[in-house]
């Protein structure tokens, strides 16, 4: 049975995410259109360029991921360094090793742009804090005055990964009409971490103006959401600096805090992660094969137990396509 998937954002917690993928395709599903919010951005977009959950989940693992965590020897500089970083750039890190190694996966795939994915099958979500709104990439592009189809699914990715004060911002620059009569900084928008706004788009395929198909001919969508306090220990507050990335990872774990409606409830693996912080990037082998285990476990229960729910589910989705608007 083929389903749709959204995957939701959590930084290095989306080890995770791949181990629900491999149960996902053990329990003989495959998946059809996929979208996801930062790390789960990452995870759509490997799986929408053919990979594999098996082949996710290893090379997931296998990824450092302090290679991420780049920066020039000036901003290596005790104290100074990582504050006039911030300044000037707006993050700690650049971003650019992330984007680089995903871009690197994809082309093994044959894929570079949008243009090279089949129309509709991947959506990633980022948060544009110049105009403060959601952006689902690529098709809310042509509001920027840029091309969907030949937008970078590596950049796209970045963006949706770029943790605000944590790694820089995406910065896009206004186009055509978009442009006109503006200034040249006005020109220029700012695309952070989707997560900002909507970390778990569970609502993504059910719009209509998003190609959401008729009741008759659609496929199900289930979510993937990390769920779980994350580190029990307090944030240790050295300076304003650290207090902004103390700010930003509670702002973004929040989301684990959240309840799940009950339309929303039966159609989401729900993972452990087992305490698991947004930005631990230095995790042990330990730690990672926990996250990758507390994946195959949620995927292989969620499927094991989904069928019964699923036609209340139907109807319901059903229903609120078809009742009269108020």
């Known amino acids: 049975m083929e389903i749709n998937a959204v995957f939701e954002g959590g930084g290095v917690k989306g080890i995770a995410l791949a181990g629900a993928v491999e149960a996902t395709e053990r329990a003989g599903r495959t998946f059809g259109r996929v979208a996801g919010t930062s790390s789960g951005s990452i995870i759509a ?3 929408a360029a053919g990979y594999s959950g098996e082949a996710m989940s290893r090379i997931i693992r296998q990824t450092p991921f302090t290679s991420f965590l780049t920066r020039g020897a000036l901003f290596n500089t005790a104290f100074v360094g990582p504050a006039l970083r911030v300044l000037l750039k707006k993050g700690l890190y650049s971003g650019q090793a992330l984007e680089s190694w995903i871009r690197n996966l994809l082309r093994e795939k044959g894929v570079v742009t949008f243009r090279d994915l089949p129309r ?3 959506r990633v979500i980022a948060s544009d804090i110049t105009s ?3 952006v689902v990439l690529p098709d809310d592009l042509e509001l920027y005055g840029i091309a969907p189809d030949s937008f970078e699914v590596a950049k796209a990715v970045r963006m949706s990964c770029s943790i605000p004060y944590f790694f820089d911002p ?3 620059r206004l186009a055509g009409e978009a442009a006109r009569g503006k200034s040249f900084t006005g020109q220029m928008i700012y695309m952070v971490d989707g997560g900002v706004l909507s970390n778990f788009p569970l609502w993504l395929f059910e719009e209509k103006k998003h190609g959401f198909p008729s009741a008759k001919h659609r496929t199900p969508t289930v979510g993937y959401q990390l769920i779980g306090k994350t580190s029990p220990q307090p944030h240790q507050i050295t300076g304003p600096f650290s207090m902004l990335q103390a700010m930003v990872e509670t702002m973004l ?6 309840y799940i409606e009950t339309d929303k409830f039966v159609r989401t693996v729900k993972i452990p992660t087992l305490g698991i912080s947004t930005t631990q990037f230095r995790l042990s082998r330990e730690q990672s094969d926990a996250l990758y285990t507390a994946g195959i476990l949620a995927g292989e229960d969620f499927f094991t137990h989904w069928r019964p729910a699923y036609p209340t589910y139907i109807r319901e989705q059903s229903r609120q396509l078809t009742s009269p608007k108020r």
Do not use: F, N, P, W
């Open 45 to 47: 977009s490997l799986l």
């Open 120 to 122: 509709g099958k991947l």
């Open 132 to 134: 403060g709104r959601i």
């Open 170 to 172: 995406v910065i896009l």
């Open 253 to 258: 774990s929040a989301h684990d805090e959240r």
